[in-house]
């Protein structure tokens, strides 16, 4: 089955920090998504994006956020200026028109 | 806008016994169905999903899911479980306005004893 990759698996970065994430969708998707998920607590939708532009973004997903796909395979997640609620898991995702997202394995992000 | 309320946060049972983790869910349009699974310190695994058609979809491992609009529900079940059942199994919704967000619910922590 055709995968989402993700790296780094985790990344430690200190408060104040820049970030990036970044992850690789299958190849012929054409939508991309990232997802967080503070420790316990439910996956929330940050931020969607199709034809080179972001689609929808959630009220979590402020100035500090930004996405970019900057080739033609890598979809990044930058955070400009890490706060220590920003630490969770990122899980980007991506599909095709069926609906079905395939998820990556996840980056865990420790903000100190 | 959806919402998805998973009723149960753990559910203990013991191996070989059925299984019913439970979802409702409430949106103003049609939507898609999905539950995912997730094993210790791994990502997000599709179970199985519902888009159209028959109500009882199948998924891996042996779940399934039953697609009930009237109750706007969607649960997960499991005739004789496994200790490698043990996940936390979270529900979603999207519309089905193409490839759109998934909203989750709180997720159910499944714990087999043997």
């Known amino acids: 089955e055709p995968e989402v990759t993700q790296t780094p698996s985790h990344q430690v970065t200190q408060m104040g920090q820049e970030v990036i994430l970044r992850c690789v969708p299958i190849s012929n998707h054409l939508y991309f998504y990232w997802y967080r998920q503070i420790l316990g607590q439910k996956v929330e939708f940050l931020v969607s994006?199709?034809?080179?532009?972001?689609?929808?973004k959630s009220e979590i997903f402020d100035d500090q956020f930004s996405v970019e796909r900057p080739d033609g395979s890598n979809f990044t997640l930058k955070i400009r200026s890490t706060k220590l609620e920003d630490s969770a898991m990122y899980f980007c995702a991506s599909s095709d028109r069926s609906g079905r997202q395939y998820f990556g394995p996840g980056t865990r992000l420790t903000v100190t | 806008a959806q919402s998805v309320t998973q009723l149960d946060s753990q559910v203990p049972v013991f191996e070989e016994a059925p299984v019913e983790l439970r979802c409702n869910y409430s949106s103003s349009v049609s939507v898609y169905l999905f539950w995912y699974v997730q094993y210790p310190n791994q990502g997000l695994q599709l179970l199985l999903k519902y888009l159209s058609g028959s109500t009882l979809v199948k998924g891996i491992n042996g779940f399934e899911a039953e697609f009930n609009k009237s109750q706007t529900s969607f649960h997960l079940r499991k005739p004789s479980v496994h200790i490698s059942d043990t996940a936390e199994y979270f529900c979603?919704?999207?519309?089905?306005?193409?490839?759109?967000?998934?909203?989750f619910g709180q997720g159910t922590r499944l714990t087999i004893n043997p």
């Open positions: 979603a919704v999207s519309d089905n306005q193409g490839a759109q967000k998934l909203v």
């Open positions: 994006f199709y034809n080179n532009e972001i689609s929808e």
